[in-house]
């Protein structure tokens, strides 16, 4: 009756058995510390218990040994944990240079992912077993959580910004995906599954899409927006920096602080363009709030991070780009595009 009803999920990603790991340790030591709390409590009560001929408890020499244990033990075991957790949770937060990324937007109520070659996907993941995956989220409304219980990944998705996260699966199947955070009252209806697909499957299912590209798409609305016509690569009408292999670099701002150009940097100087200018630049870019929506800035995003790319796959730039806007001025680049990216110099901030 019960064998359908695990006490844990499968742990079906490269680092679920790390997790659980330190999590019944957390619950061995809490487990003991409670129990003997508890027995030396019931010892206590009825060695030291009042009785007519011992109405004032006798005076106990002090141990300082036992004080010493006391503070060197617990010293100890949350050191252990301390480590412990630190190196997992870096391990979980460092996804590899090399990760399939994939775009997801939480919506009350649904998921929505963009993969690099142009399928979309509502409720349904699709990931290729054995590879590492990193998904760039965001959210159209209110805060979603991500959530994908086998893998042990979870992830607040916020409607101001992107977060990520990554995950390698290690077995083929479907898996369950929730939102964890309280979205509204159709927040249990929130559900989906994550698909691990050997890679010949893998590569069967994505041969099956006929949707345009991201960069294909972002191509279009880069040209439509004309933002070509004020980060020109070179000339006079060139009112912006290049956005030509910028992406993941450091940009120096006007007001004389660094900032590293990713994803929310470029985000933010499309949707604020003022908020952050890069030296050397005025603030002439208008904002484009309201004009773009989640799914437009997905597209405008895997194309500027394309641009300046040497040698990089469709979609999975292995040098930088970047974006800078033409009030904010600044340059964005990414890890995807560490690898083989012909950088430019740059002096204040500019290509």
């Given at each position: 009756m019960f064998d359908d009803l695990p006490l844990f999920p499968e742990a079906a990603s490269s680092v679920a058995r790390d997790v659980d790991q330190l999590y019944w340790f957390l619950i061995a030591v809490t487990g003991a510390a409670t129990m003997l709390v508890i027995v030396l409590l019931i010892t206590f009560a009825i060695k030291y218990r009042r009785t007519p001929d011992n109405e004032v408890p006798d005076h106990e020499p002090e141990n300082k040994y036992l004080e010493y244990a006391w503070i060197v033990i617990p010293f100890i075991v949350f050191m252990v944990i301390y480590v412990w957790g630190a190196q997992l949770y870096f391990r979980m937060n460092r996804p590899p240079d090399d990760a399939l990324e994939v775009w997801a937007t939480g919506k009350r109520w649904m998921w929505k992912f963009q993969h690099i070659g142009g399928q979309q996907e509502i409720n349904e993941l699709h990931v290729p077993l054995g590879r590492p995956v990193k998904l760039i989220m965001a959210s159209e409304d209110v805060i979603h959580s991500f959530y994908a219980p086998a893998m042990r990944v979870k992830r607040d998705v916020l409607p101001s910004r992107y977060t990520t996260l990554w995950f390698e699966p290690i077995k083929a199947g479907r898996y369950h995906l929730f939102c964890a955070e309280y979205c509204g009252t159709e927040h249990s209806k929130m559900i989906g599954s994550v698909i691990v697909l050997p890679e010949p499957e893998y590569q069967a299912w994505l041969a099956g899409g006929t949707a345009a590209s991201p960069l294909e798409e972002g191509e279009r609305l880069y040209t439509a927006l004309a933002c070509n016509t004020c980060h020109a690569a070179e000339g006079p009408s060139a009112r912006g920096p290049s956005l030509n292999g910028l992406f993941g670099t450091e940009v120096?701002?006007?007001?004389?602080?660094?900032?590293?150009?990713?994803?929310?940097?470029?985000?933010?100087?499309?949707?604020?363009?003022?908020?952050?200018?890069?030296?050397?630049?005025?603030?002439?870019?208008?904002?484009?709030?309201?004009?773009?929506?989640?799914?437009?800035?997905?597209?405008?995003?895997?194309?500027?991070?394309?641009?300046?790319?040497?040698?990089?796959?469709?979609?999975?730039?292995?040098?930088?780009?970047?974006?800078?806007?033409?009030?904010?001025?600044?340059?964005?680049?990414?890890?995807?595009?560490?690898?083989?990216?012909?950088?430019?110099?740059?002096t204040e901030g500019r290509p």
């Open positions: 120096r701002l006007r007001s004389g602080q660094n900032v590293i150009a990713d994803e929310n940097y470029l985000r933010e100087s499309i949707l604020n363009p003022g908020a952050k200018i890069v030296a050397g630049y005025d603030a002439i870019m208008p904002s484009f709030q309201g004009q773009v929506d989640e799914q437009q800035l997905i597209y405008l995003l895997t194309y500027i991070k394309s641009l300046g790319v040497t040698g990089g796959a469709a979609g999975q730039p292995e040098a930088g780009s970047t974006l800078a806007r033409p009030e904010s001025g600044a340059a964005v680049a990414g890890p995807a595009a560490r690898a083989a990216a012909t950088q430019a110099p740059d």
